[in-house]
């Protein structure tokens, strides 16, 4: 069973940055893409951004600009580099992995790491 561990939420001022980490038990080559999502109180979870296993990223609209995800093969760790936080970004971010198992696709979790953006 593949592992996800998120670190590195905190609070953090208005205009601040934060970068989260997703820790992976496998190696992160196997998957066909990782990703970011969060879900604030009483909403539902969204993407926030996606990389691809030949690096190619994908952002919602609401971070583009402010957000950068990268990753370290090497490492087997995913990042998202957050600045120019608003209090809009408060949420629960949650990594998430996806790999094609006999053309289903099967995606893994973690158990999210809080981020509060204080105004």
């Known amino acids: 069973q593949v592992q996800l561990v998120e670190s590195g939420g905190g609070l953090v001022q208005a205009g601040g940055s934060l970068r989260l980490s997703c820790a992976a038990s496998a190696s992160i080559s196997s998957f066909n893409s990782m990703g970011w999502y969060r879900q604030a109180p009483g909403k539902q979870r969204e993407l926030v951004a996606t990389?691809?296993?030949?690096?190619?990223?994908n952002y919602a609209d609401s971070v583009k600009g402010r957000f950068t995800i990268t990753r370290d093969n090497a490492k087997n760790t995913v990042y998202l580099q957050m600045n120019v936080l608003e209090p809009e970004d408060t949420a629960v971010y949650f990594c998430n992995a996806n790999r094609m198992i006999l053309a289903a696709r099967v995606a893994f979790w973690g158990k999210g790491t809080l981020v509060t953006v204080s105004s």
């Open positions: 990389i691809e296993n030949g690096s190619n990223t």
